[in-house]
């Protein structure tokens, strides 16, 4: 069964938006982990606008599944994923002023530099992943700097699934069939819902975690938190 690591980022902005402690995101981790997901995801950014790097301190003793931080290895964000030590640290390339992720890693361009970065985690003992697009030359980059993993960067793939073309898929089974080629560990993200997780769950081979935050909580607004993470745990299996 494919892992299911949930992001609260959407938590952590409804939090903020009235500057106090509700929702609680720190009960919603322990929630959402009572319910079967078998990880918590979060992606702290430079001005705090959703997760902040308090909280991926608090967490820390709250998350008994799966710590996955994800974000984009400036000097402070290394030195809080160094002091936290998450089961995961997810390397994403995004901009400051980004409000989503919306690419994957150059691995050739930026070899050197995730390299030193991949090797300081892995000496403290943190799982590392490289966010990456289903391209088999950046798949290849990931396995050289020396990745645990590479978390697939899934946009693509859901918006041609939303417009009827299965045939969207394509490149990410191969970029999946060559990553265990490498060893290298598969994850995904970005945009994968109730609607698609399942069609990208049975032709993706040895996927081991989907980190979904958006659309799981949408989702959750109709349908409840409980029953939307246990959906999302049936099409995983």
């Known amino acids: 069964m494919t892992k299911l690591s949930v992001n609260i980022n959407k938590i952590a902005t409804l939090r903020n ?3 106090g402690n509700v929702p609680d995101l720190l009960n ?3 929630d959402i982990q009572k319910f079967g997901a078998q990880g918590i995801t979060i992606h702290p950014r430079p001005d705090e606008r959703h997760i902040r ?3 991926a301190r608090d967490l820390k003793s709250i998350v008994y599944t799966e710590y996955n931080i994800e974000g984009n290895p400036e000097p402070q ?3 809080l994923v160094l002091e936290v030590k998450p089961t995961q640290v997810t390397l994403v390339p995004d901009a400051n002023d980004a409000i989503t992720s919306n690419a994957g890693w150059d691995t050739l361009t930026h070899y050197n530099f995730l390299a030193e970065i991949v090797q300081e985690f892995k ?3 943190i799982r590392t992943s490289i966010f990456v697009d289903p391209i088999l030359k950046m798949i290849e980059g990931a396995a050289k ?3 645990d993993r590479i978390e697939l960067y899934t946009e693509n793939f859901a918006h041609q699934y939303g417009l009827g073309n299965k045939l969207g898929i394509d490149s990410y089974v191969s970029a999946a069939k060559l990553a265990s080629e490498f060893n290298l560990g598969i994850n995904a993200g970005h945009d994968l819902s109730l609607d698609n997780i399942q069609y990208f769950k049975q032709n993706i081979p040895n996927l081991l975690e989907v980190s979904i935050g958006h659309a799981l909580i949408c989702e959750s607004l109709y349908l409840g ?4 993470v246990n959906m999302y745990l049936e099409k995983l299996k």
């Open 77 to 79: 964000f290394i030195n």
């Open 53 to 55: 790097y308090q909280d």
């Open 28 to 30: 919603v981790a322990k």
């Open 225 to 228: 938190l409980d029953n939307v």
């Open 17 to 19: 938006t009235r500057g």
């Open 123 to 125: 000496r403290n003992g």
């Open 145 to 147: 700097i020396g990745a």
